[in-house]
């Protein structure tokens, strides 16, 4: 029999056990961006995730789209993973590291552009902050994008136009678009840097009547004509249909967009936030401070996002902050998600207690406020109790540890 507990604090007692089994972060309250509490989370850490396929979040476009003067062709080939080799900073394939989304070529005249587009499987994302972290190219004849989407007259979008990216410049712009069926909201900031030239983090925060964009951390705009109500998907691509006025193109070699990771806070409707209202915590959503770099130490708050960096290196944090939901509540600890024999468990209490807690599991029953060790630990709740007739084969409890583990 197996007892899966939540953890808190770094005392002696949990490192020993702690060694013995996989932790992962768990931010099972929400997740707070700007004092505003999320529910949902989708992270994704293409820097080292080696085959999109199996993802469970992501789906590749494979689908052709009429436009003109050309029409495009969404292929899976087009997606193609490009992991870091350890901690080198190279890259599995050479080139960019990350997840690459190429458009091909030159185009023969009355072809189809082959482009290159990925979408989230889930499309009930609603309010939330969604950033990507995404190196682009000066190749002149593409459109990149990030952006969520319902459908047209439902859509915020972050886009970067290729041949707008020039040398001779110290600046390039980046376009924020609003579409609501009618004419666009669309805002058109300087970046002072090149996207072509490094990582860099777009982002935008999504609520009632407002859509706020973020570059690298830094707010720039924002928009609040044709804001969308509705959930919907976030996406992706990587495309050109030859437009003049927009894309140019097409591009006369393959052009690449390499993406670091994916980050997604959000709710599944308006009244998303109060899912978790009984809780004391939720987990803080850092911002991004300056541009990425593939080493840079970078936050994953789910157990997604944990797992697609399998032998974390030094530059992946898992063990989230916290922020108290409630006022003058107590300092609140990271929580971890463990799993091990209820015997091991037991060796790390006091005897009392590790009968309370089994006799509570056979019982079905919750122990709350129980002394467990000289560390200040405190159960506060068994969640799931198992034994017989249980509903569920496993017992869950919540620990809250001191400052001093």
């Given at each position: ?18 060694n ?10 929400g ?28 789906q ?12 495009l ?61 995404i ?6 004849g593409?459109?990149?994008?990030m ?11 972050v ?49 009632p009547?407002k ?58 409707s ?36 944990s ?12 063990n ?44 079905r029953r ?19 109790i ?5 509903t ?14």
């Amino acid at each position: 029999m197996y007892l899966n507990v939540y953890l808190a604090g770094s005392g002696p007692i949990w490192q020993s056990m702690l060694n013995l089994i996989s932790v992962y972060a768990q931010c099972e309250c929400g997740y707070s961006v700007n004092g505003k509490t999320y529910t949902d989370a989708i992270e994704a850490n293409f820097l080292h995730i080696d085959d999109i396929s199996d993802n469970s979040d992501w789906q590749i476009s494979n689908w052709p789209v009429a436009q003109k003067p050309y029409s495009l062709n969404y292929e899976k080939q087009n997606v193609v993973v490009n992991p870091l080799k350890g901690s080198s900073g190279e890259s599995a394939n050479g080139g960019d590291p990350g997840l690459q989304l190429i458009v091909q070529g030159p185009t023969q005249e009355g072809a189809k552009v082959s482009t290159a587009e990925l979408v989230t499987k889930r499309g009930d994302m609603h309010y939330g902050s969604y950033r990507a972290a995404i190196k682009y190219s000066r190749e002149p004849g593409t459109c990149g994008s990030m952006f969520w989407y319902k459908n047209d007259t439902q859509e915020i979008d972050v886009e970067l136009l290729s041949y707008e990216d020039k040398s001779s410049s110290s600046t390039s712009p980046v376009h924020f678009v609003l579409h609501s069926g009618g004419p666009s909201n669309h805002a058109m900031p300087q970046l002072p840097f090149h996207p072509s030239e490094g990582y860099h983090e777009y982002r935008f925060d999504w609520s009632p009547g407002k859509v706020a964009y973020y570059v690298d951390g830094k707010h720039l705009e924002d928009l609040t004509k044709g804001v969308p109500e509705v959930p919907g998907s976030l996406i992706l691509n990587h495309w050109s249909n030859g437009d003049p006025g927009w894309t140019q193109g097409p591009p006369t070699s393959d052009v690449i967009m390499a993406v670091a990771y994916v980050k997604a806070y959000f709710n599944t409707s308006s009244e998303g936030a109060q899912a978790h209202g009984q809780c004391d915590a939720v987990c803080l959503v850092q911002d991004q401070s300056g541009p990425v770099l593939p080493n840079q130490e970078t936050t994953f708050l789910t157990k997604r996002g944990s797992e697609d960096t399998p032998n974390p290196p030094q530059s992946t944090k898992t063990n989230p902050t916290m922020v108290s939901t409630t006022a003058g509540a107590e300092s609140c600890l990271p929580m971890l998600f463990v799993e091990l024999p209820m015997d091991t468990l037991a060796l790390g209490l006091n005897g009392a207690t590790a009968a309370a807690i089994m006799d509570g599991a056979a019982q079905r029953r919750p122990i709350a406020d129980k002394a467990v060790n000289q560390h200040m630990v405190i159960v506060i709740l068994v969640l799931r109790i198992g034994g017989p007739g249980a509903t569920q084969p496993d017992t869950r409890i919540r620990f809250r540890g001191s400052a001093n583990g």
